[in-house]
């Protein structure tokens, strides 16, 4: 299973978005199961909506969320717990509280890739990004 980031589905959604190209051919080519997190959802579906695509927004939850396109794992108290410690222990770098969530939900579900184009997934340190 890989994970997928907020700026993955970000650049899925949005044509003109610079990473759009990598992030279709990787789809396309891609065979493993995705899946994302409750957290991840709320903070796309908030991008669209700042970057003035509440329209995309919309249409993501309907094309992919609703049709089932993606696997949705909700944040447990547990995992939430574990989000805290990294954001505090990791106060040096600039992950929002979503990447931390992403973070702790990998390491209970033993995922160790992640479709994402920022450097956070790398800066973590054990995990593999893709594209």
Known sequence: MIL???GA?????V??????????????FNRDPLFTTDYIVDELL?????RRQAQRA????DEVLAAGGVNLTRITSADFDRATTIY???SDKQWSFTDCTSFAVMERLRISTAFAFDDHFR?????KVVP
Do not use: C, N
């Open 15 to 28: 044509a003109v978005d610079p990473d759009h190209g990598a992030a279709r051919k990787f789809v396309e």
């Open 4 to 6: 997928v980031d907020t």
């Open 58 to 61: 919309i249409l993501w939850l």
């Open 123 to 127: 800066q973590f340190g054990t995990l």
């Open 88 to 90: 505090r222990v990791y």
């Open 46 to 50: 908030t991008l669209l909506r700042m």
């Open 9 to 13: 589905w970000f650049a899925l959604s």
